[in-house]
């Protein structure tokens, strides 16, 4: 029997992932011919995921070219408004359904995460892991969808908030108190500890966006 061949990204999964690892950051355009030999595909699935990403607001017009869309005040907001409930009901769910080794899992990240507090970057990346775990854990597939799609908007912030002063290692903290209530079975405690999490993580976006306005 031969062995399983790896599963190949399409160009749409490709310069989405590129687009949340920062290599394109809000503003930057986007070639098709630059895309495909990046990539190594052709124009024609480059043309048509960029029609996509345009078509969920991932990427806007500046004139004739596509760029990698930003947020702007309001749109942080609403973002943070629909993220905060949405990640507050999966904590919850996963204080009911999470199997013993997930909240392991979740639990080593936490401690594992220490390493990377001098890298903000590494940091937000493995910050996006640990909320999909808990994403995950929730064993609610609806759910999952419709917060990798809030994930994927929250790649067009210019900046991680993890990168203010001593935000990292209090995200961490904050990290633990969720952990330990889904461990404690505790539904509400978990969705309150998360709900906390963002609420202080769009705080610091908020203070950041008023110093670069004055």
């Known amino acids: ?36 030999d990046r990539f190594g595909v052709s124009r024609t699935p480059i043309r048509e995921a960029l029609q996509r990403l345009e078509t969920q607001s991932l990427l806007s017009r500046d004139g004739r070219s596509l760029i990698v869309a930003s947020l702007d005040h ?19 769910l996963a204080a009911q359904h999470a199997a013993r080794e997930e ?29 999909k775990q808990i994403h995950l854990a ?27 002063e001593g935000r990292g290692e209090k995200a961490l903290d904050e990290h633990r108190a969720i952990v330990d209530a889904i461990d404690a079975r505790d539904g509400e405690a978990a969705a309150q500890a998360l709900r906390d999490h963002l609420s202080t993580a769009f705080e610091v976006r908020l203070k950041e966006e008023a110093g670069a306005v004055a």
Do not use: C
Request: aromatic residues 4%; hydrophobic residues 45%.
């Open 1 to 36: 029997m031969a062995p399983n061949k790896p599963v190949q990204k399409d160009a749409y999964d490709l310069i989405l992932d590129a687009i949340d690892q920062g290599t394109y950051r809000p503003g930057s355009r986007l070639v098709e011919s630059e895309l495909a």
């Open 74 to 92: 309001a749109q942080m907001a609403e973002l943070y408004a629909v993220r905060t409930e949405l990640e507050g009901l999966a904590a919850r």
């Open 138 to 164: 929730s064993h609610n597939r609806y759910l999952v969808q419709q917060l990798d799609l809030v994930h994927r908007s929250m790649a067009l912030m210019a900046s991680t908030s993890l990168a203010a």
């Open 103 to 131: 909240i392991k899992v979740l639990r080593e990240m936490v401690e594992a995460d220490h390493v990377l507090l001098g890298d903000p970057q590494a940091l937000s990346r493995a910050n996006r892991r640990f909320h």
